[in-house]
Every structure is written in structure tokens, then in C-alpha cells.
């Protein structure tokens, strides 16, 4: 197990996703790990040893469980899966959370974790509740590293597992906002929490008993195409190889980084002969005044409509889907944004 002392989250065994241009997105700083990641060779696949303990409980599994049927892996094995991010940002009432659920038509509904490290909501509560509504499509909650130890981690995994959810996204989490009086907790990275999920999945909790398991969710992980492509070919192979079954990219805003999602491809299958299954996430609308919230993200934008980037991403070979991120202020205007570009996905992409 490697630690840098020099990397503010802490982190074990490489970066996270907040080193966008090689620089800390907590101080502005070089990334510890960046230089040092693209130095290491790949072989034996896993660039260091890993976590401790979750090497000795991977000596406990005795196979893996069933993962959980759905639309949405259906629609993934077919290129046409559509997903949609839940609008935390606009609930802000019972009747709010209604009327949102009563208009959702997609595969699968994204519960994302805190965006930017402000509070909302607790995305395992939360796609709970959608579960118990009754809700057509799926339910995948956002799982993240931030302020969780390995136990509290643990825990919502078999949360996720016993309620059925039909996937799991696992990410490291966001640097809480300046103005939170928090101070963050990073114990793993997303590789290692990807191995604890897939160990969790296989019935077997930390400290080391067994649990009896039916199913499990599928395990999804973060892709993002605004890193050096070397790098992020790096990154996401220690999550193959953790576990991960699909990537979700962060929010593509611009023809250039539909271009790179290519470009990281096909540095998988020529380093691993894998073809990974990828889901772009697609922002709408892409109005002017969105671009500094965009920017403080590390999401580069460019001049294209949100038609263009979906007819581009159309054009990758590799893609297995659409997971839309609608920005409003009001329910009302989510499910308006919501009703406007289902069409366009489902005539463009679907």
C-alpha cells in the first residue's frame, strides 16, 4: 500500500478525479500522484498492492452473486440505455419529490452524492424512497468515499444489496465547498471501494462473516474524459480490475471530449483486449452562464448545442448510452427541461 503525504484527501494508491490538469482541486497544487502514476508500468494490471483487509476478506469469497436483471443492463448490452440524474437541487418538499417520480420515463435514475461537497441529500435514503414509490425505472445511488470510513461504507453497499437498487455508482466524492465548517475524511480511493463493493456483493462484510446474498447491483464507476489520456487509461484499468462493470463519464460539454472518451478506449482494449461498456453524461441546457460553475467543476466547454454533442456521441462506436443532467431551479422547470430533451435522446440516440 503507497500513501503520499503530500496529497490533502489523503489518498491510497493514486488520484482522484479532482486533479484535472495535473493540479489539486483542494489547493491549486501539483497532484502527488499524477507524475507518479505515469511513470509506474501497468503490469500486473494492479499498480500496487492494495488495501490490507480487503485482500485478506477477497481470501473469504466463494463466488460471486447473481447481478440484478434490468432495462437499463439490457438497453447497456444493446448501446441504448438512458439514464437520468435525479434533480436534487429542485426537491424541496414532499409534493416537489411527487411530482418529479410521477414524470420520470428513463432506465435508470442517477441519485448523485452532494455535488461540489454541499449537502442535499443522502443518495442510499434517497433511492430508497424511489424504490418504495413504486418507480418503473431503476435506481442507482451515488456511493462515495468522502467522510465515510470503510464501516459506514460497508454498510450502505449492503444497504444497496438488500433493497435491490439495479446499480451502484462508486467515485471517490467531491472536496467539501470552502464554506462547509467539515473537515473530510478519505480512507479509500475508488479502486479499493470498488473491491469492497464486490466483496459486500459476495456476502462477505469486514471484519470477515458472511451475510446470505440473492443478487447484487451492477458496479458502475466514474470515466473522465477532461484527463490526460494516459492517465485516465491507467485509472480506469485499477477499476476494471477492482470490479467495475460500466463507466459513466463526467459531464461532457464540448466535441473535444467526446473525441477523448475514443481516444481512453481504445487505450483499454489495447492495454487489457476489454471492450468497456460507457454511458456519456450530457448536460442541458448549455447556456453562457453555467460556463464558471462548469469550469470550477474542470469541465471544459464549447460552442456546440446540446443536438451536436448528442449527434457526436452517437457516433462513438463504443457507447452503451445517454445519462441526461438537467439543471433548474424549480420541479416545474426540471420536468419541462426533462419533457424536451427525452424526445430529443429517444429520436437522436435511443
Given amino acids: 500500500m503507497i500513501k503520499v503525504y503530500s ?44 488495501h490490507p483487509l480487503l485482500a485478506r476478506l477477497e481470501g473469504l469469497v466463494e463466488s460471486d452473486s447473481r447481478p440484478k436483471d434490468s432495462a437499463f443492463w439490457r438497453n447497456i448490452s444493446k448501446g441504448r440505455a438512458f439514464s437520468v440524474e435525479f434533480p436534487i437541487r429542485v426537491v424541496r418538499s414532499s409534493g416537489d419529490f411527487l411530482e418529479v417520480v410521477n414524470g420520470l420515463d428513463a432506465d435508470l435514475v442517477t441519485v448523485p452524492d452532494n455535488p461540489l461537497g454541499y449537502p442535499h441529500f443522502d443518495p442510499i435514503a434517497l433511492a430508497t424512497k424511489l424504490k418504495d414509490t413504486g418507480l418503473k425505472a431503476g435506481v442507482m445511488p451515488h456511493v462515495t468515499a468522502k467522510d465515510r470510513n470503510l464501516s459506514a461504507l460497508a454498510s450502505e453497499l449492503r444497504t444497496a444489496q438488500l433493497f435491490g437498487f439495479e446499480a451502484v455508482l462508486l467515485t471517490t466524492g467531491d472536496w467539501p465547498g470552502l464554506s462547509m465548517p467539515s473537515r473530510p475524511v478519505f480512507e479509500l480511493d475508488a479502486p479499493n471501494l470498488i473491491r469492497l463493493a464486490r466483496l459486500v456483493f459476495a456476502g462477505v462484510m469486514p471484519p470477515g462473516y458472511r451475510v446470505s446474498v440473492e443478487g447484487r447491483p451492477r458496479v458502475a464507476a466514474a470515466m473522465s474524459p477532461h484527463y490526460r489520456t494516459t492517465l485516465e487509461v491507467k485509472r480506469l484499468i485499477r477499476k476494471l480490475v477492482a470490479g467495475a462493470e460500466v463507466f459513466f463519464t463526467q459531464v461532457v460539454a464540448r466535441r ?70 438537467l439543471l433548474a431551479d424549480t420541479a416545474g422547470e426540471w420536468l419541462s427541461l426533462w419533457n424536451e430533451t427525452r424526445k430529443l435522446v429517444r429520436e437522436v440516440f435511443v
Avoid: H, Q
Fill in 7 to 50: 496529497c490533502p484527501k489523503d489518498l491510497l494508491n493514486g488520484p482522484c478525479g479532482g486533479a484535472l490538469g495535473d493540479s489539486c482541486e483542494v489547493d491549486g497544487r501539483r497532484c502527488p500522484w499524477t507524475s507518479l502514476l505515469e511513470r509506474l508500468p501497468l503490469e500486473p494490471w494492479m499498480l500496487f498492492d492494495e
Fill in 256 to 325: 473535444d471530449s467526446v473525441a477523448a472518451i475514443r481516444e481512453i478506449l481504445g487505450g483499454i482494449r489495447e492495454k487489457t483486449k476489454v471492450d468497456v461498456p460507457v454511458v456519456v453524461s450530457l448536460l442541458y441546457p448549455l447556456r453562457d452562464e453555467l460556463r464558471p460553475f462548469l469550469e470550477r467543476m474542470g469541465i471544459p466547454v464549447g460552442g456546440e448545442s446540446f443536438e451536436e454533442l448528442l449527434e457526436e456521441v452517437k457516433s462513438l462506436d463504443d457507447v452503451s448510452g445517454v445519462n441526461l443532467i
